[in-house]
């Protein structure tokens, strides 16, 4: 690491999860759940396109964000290479994965939840 390990405060928290549902929406994306941390995103998504592809938009998109507001500069790493990426296939799985991410996170910070799932 050549940067200190970056904490996101309530403002880059708010601007990261509004960032997460605009993006989503831009691409058709269905956010189920979303809770930014103060060093990490949990997230719940549903769409046409990989995880891993979905997690990478999501986090450049955040960045573009946190540039444009000012609040960072634009060298700033903010994310690790890559994230924990994970297929659901039941509903069971879908409702265990958005409980673990609004629920099961410690203090609510920036969360998202989808009305219906």
């Known amino acids: 690491m050549n940067q200190a390990p970056y904490v996101m405060d309530k403002s880059r928290r708010e601007v990261v999860l509004a960032a997460l549902q605009e993006r989503c929406q831009q691409h058709d994306w269905k956010l189920l759940a979303a809770h930014v941390r103060t060093n990490h995103v949990h997230l719940v998504v549903e769409g046409e396109a990989r995880p891993e592809r979905i997690m990478n938009d999501l986090k450049s998109y955040a960045s573009r964000r946190l540039n444009q507001t000012g609040l960072d500069e634009p060298a700033r790493q903010r994310w690790a290479r890559h994230g924990s990426t994970q297929w659901l296939w039941t509903t069971e799985q879908v409702s265990a994965a958005i409980k673990y991410v609004v629920d099961e996170q410690g203090e609510a ?5 989808a009305l219906e799932s």
Do not use: I, S
Request: hydrophobic letters at 80%; a negative charge; aromatic letters at 20%.
């Open 109 to 113: 910070m920036a969360v998202f939840e």
